[in-house]
């Protein structure tokens, strides 16, 4: 059974860093993909980053250069650093995986989740 689990959510003002962490037993992350994504209230999911098997990560286009992820594949944890927060990346944020070499963007290609965590970053 493959379990997520998120930890490091929290409140932090605009400008700051935070640092995610995922996880992960069920699977081994290191011939998994795993990724992240967030809902913001109102708002559908969206993908934030990923990290493929072989250890490449892509993010989307509007976290380049601020969110950044990495692994570790003896603890078996995937970690989200964040950077420059703003208002608007307050959301709860998801660890995802999937069995496959490679990742998606999409949230329909993740059949794992985890329960989220929290994030509000405040003006």
């Known amino acids: 059974q493959v379990q997520l689990v998120e930890s490091g959510g929290g409140l932090v003002q605009t400008g700051g860093s935070l640092t995610l962490s995922c996880a992960a037993s069920g699977l081994s992350i290191g011939s998994s993909s795993i990724g992240w994504f967030r809902q913001a209230p109102g708002k559908e999911r969206e993908f934030v980053v990923a990290i493929n098997w072989s250890g490449t990560t892509y993010s989307a286009e509007a976290m380049k250069g601020s969110f950044s992820t990495t692994r570790d594949k003896d603890k078996n944890t995937v970690t989200l650093q964040m950077n420059s927060l703003k208002p608007e990346d307050t959301a709860v944020y998801y660890c995802?995986?999937?069995?496959?070499?490679?990742?998606?963007?999409?949230?329909?290609?993740?059949?794992?989740w985890g329960r989220g965590t929290q994030v509000t970053v405040s003006s």
């Open positions: 995802v995986a999937r069995n496959r070499a490679y990742g998606s963007k999409s949230v329909d290609d993740w059949p794992y």
